[in-house]
């Protein structure tokens, strides 16, 4: 199409250029029409600077018996001179030629497309005295506009191509989409299944120990019977906390769990675990201790903050064989505005590796030292999104086989009369 347009654009460019052309040279032909020797040459050199010009005459008008007839008076082909032009047709054509009018025809010739043009000479009562007629020779041209719809054709080619190769692809991205979204469903229908599986069990569970809690009240139990017993508690006591980290996972991701967010003195909560856990890690011949630094009240939901401390420190004592697990809190730095709760362990220590993974869903460390320590893998992945939805930030710092820290920071809660009592 834009090839077509620019041929049509050229070849109306080259009229104009012709008729300018012949609009001088019939000017002047007029006072020549009788001199053809002159005419001639003048033809010859116009033809040889323009090789497009393949056929050029200068016809004058003459009237026999009130018709018109048309006389050769110079041409460019020798043997046409003074030749009358008998063609009745021509001789029509050249009479339709109007004054102002010159008269342009496409022709098709074994050779290509000409230009025929026939131009007025006037006399001056502007009545037509004769006639130029030119023949054009297109061949050029259209020798440049075959070659240019060739490459026109194979950059079409090219650009359908591309367009089939988008296609082909952007139908692998709706598949892709589809699938995306199917596997979005899917995976909210397992969270909902494991949810609601996940409660179901609590209320049997529940039962089971309260049953156990009565039979280890009882006096008439034996040595065995007891051992017994302590071992159902434990075990159901792990089932329960399984399905209560499972319930956690379910609820912040259906975005269920709230958060009663208010100023909590952090001190007071850590003494609080730390104490609560010193049983077990003492019975483990570990040290937990407390060192409070610098802790102003923060901004956090006071049971959530608990769950985090019992995870974290648990953790720590549950992966430290011998040592100890030391807390500290203190600001870290005035113009951040947190405080933060470090949690260092002399445990068996985190690769770097595993480092990365440590805050994913079920990611639990496969080695030697933890086959004999039971988890879900849920517990820091549980945290991190707690922790991050208080505004909080967790990060962890290890040494494989030297110890593990967690550290745990929370933004200062900034009320002027809380702000008082912090650290005090
Ligand atoms: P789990 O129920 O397995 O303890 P968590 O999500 O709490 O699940 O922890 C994920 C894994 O991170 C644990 O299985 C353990 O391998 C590793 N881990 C967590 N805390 C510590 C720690 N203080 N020292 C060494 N490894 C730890």
């Known amino acids: 199409m834009f090839l077509d347009v620019s041929r049509n654009q050229q070849e109306k460019l080259e009229e104009t250029g012709i008729t300018l052309m012949l609009d001088a040279l019939s000017k002047f032909t007029l006072t020549h029409l009788n001199s053809g020797v002159f005419l001639q040459e003048k033809i010859r050199s116009i033809a040889k600077q323009n090789e497009i010009i393949v056929g050029f005459d200068i016809l004058r008008r003459e009237t026999k018996d009130g018709e018109s007839q048309y006389r050769v008076v110079a041409a460019l082909d020798d043997k046409n001179i003074n030749e009358l032009e008998e063609d009745v047709a021509v001789r029509s054509y050249y009479d339709l030629v109007r004054v102002e009018a010159p008269h342009f025809k ?58 089939g190769a988008l296609l082909v692809r952007q139908a692998k991205v709706i598949d892709y989409a589809v699938l995306y ?28 120990r309260g049953y156990t809690d009565i039979l280890a009240g009882s006096k008439r139990l034996t040595k065995t019977d007891r051992q017994m017993t302590t071992n159902i508690e434990a075990s159901s006591e792990h089932l329960n906390q399984m399905i209560g980290d499972i319930l956690d996972v379910s609820r912040l991701q259906q975005g269920r769990l709230s958060f009663k967010m208010k100023s909590v003195q952090p001190k007071d909560v850590i003494h609080g675990i730390v104490e609560s856990l010193k049983y077990t890690a003492n019975k483990k011949g570990l040290e937990l201790l407390y060192e409070a630094g610098e802790t102003p009240a923060i901004k956090v939901d006071v049971d959530r903050l608990k ?18 697990v030391t807390v500290t809190s203190y600001i870290e730095d005035i113009e951040k505005e947190m405080c933060v709760i470090r949690v260092s362990d002399t445990g068996i ?47 962890v710092e290890s040494i494989k086989g030297k110890g593990t820290d967690f550290v745990l920071s929370f933004p200062i809660f900034k009320d002027k009369g809380s702000q008082e009592s912090a650290g005090k």
């Open 106 to 163: 496409m022709e098709t010739h074994a050779d290509g497309r000409h230009q025929m043009v026939a131009y007025p000479i006037l006399d001056n009562n502007r009545n037509i005295a004769g006639i130029i007629a030119l023949d054009v020779s297109m061949a050029r041209q259209d020798e440049i506009f075959a070659a240019n719809i060739q490459k026109a054709y194979i950059m079409l080619f090219g650009v359908v191509i591309l367009i």
């Open 181 to 208: 979204k199917r596997l979005k469903e899917v995976d909210q229908m397992k969270d909902d299944f494991v949810g609601m599986a996940a409660h179901e069990l609590r209320t049997p569970l529940t039962i089971i």
């Open 307 to 324: 769950q985090v401390l019992i995870n974290i420190i648990g953790n720590a004592v549950k992966y430290t064989p011998e040592g100890s």
């Open 349 to 395: 220590g985190i690769s770097a590796e595993d480092k990365e993974k440590l805050f994913s869903r079920f990611y639990r460390v496969r080695s030697k030292e933890t086959e004999e320590i039971r988890g879900t893998g849920l517990g820091l992945w549980i945290t991190k999104e707690i922790v991050t939805q208080m505004q909080g930030k967790i990060s």
